[in-house]
């Protein structure tokens, strides 16, 4: 999914106002060409002055970003994982597919008991995260789901789980829209949420 520097914008996989009434077309655009485009830029300026990590894949510079020289070890963990969570967020929302396949569900009721408790359950990480980050859902190696948050632009990269989908609770993802409400926000996200996408980073899982 992720090639090496010089890393690049990805072209968002649907038109700006495709999310919405959820999400509308100036927050997708200004979120993804703007937001998402200083990540990546930000993260290739730390980069250009070691050719020794221009091979090295974005998830490998976030697994091993504690051995690299310590004057862009922050720099890559924030601007790499705003690069790998805006991806992986942008990449999970669409216009169809809107609701989970049997597999999904299966797994949902399995973890949570039913889907609407697993609904509940992400909207209360991503509302209670406090200041900025995302919630996800992650998969261990058996399959097993579990919902979590992190804050800023960490990744579930070294917890050895697998991110499943998440919400990006930073305030440049529903401010325009939703203004302080970000409970509004985490409820009618899920409108926008593409189960098929969802379901394929769950079987690679």
Known sequence: MYDHYPFQLL?????????????????????HDRHLKAYVDHLNEALQPYPQLHNMTLEQLLIN??????????????NGGGV?????????????????????????????????????QLKEAAVNRFGSGYAWLAANRCG?????????QDTLLKTGLKPILLIDVWEHAYYL?????????????????????VESFFQKA
Request: charged residues 20%; aromatic residues 16%.
């Open 144 to 152: 097993d789901l579990k919902i979590l948050s992190t804050a800023n």
């Open 84 to 120: 790998y969570n805006h991806n992986f967020y942008f990449n999970i929302m669409g216009p169809v597919n809107h609701e989970p396949g049997a597999q999904m569900l299966r797994a949902i009721e399995k973890a949570f008991g039913s889907y609407s408790n697993f609904k509940e």
């Open 177 to 197: 829209k939703y203004k302080n409400l970000r409970p509004d926000y985490a409820e009618n996200w899920f409108n926008v949420l593409d189960w098929f996408q």
């Open 11 to 31: 072209p968002l996989p649907y038109a700006y106002n495709a999310l919405e009434p959820y999400i509308d077309a100036e927050t997708v655009e200004i979120h």
């Open 65 to 78: 970003s504690d051995r690299l020289p310590k004057c862009i070890q922050t720099a890559v963990i924030n």
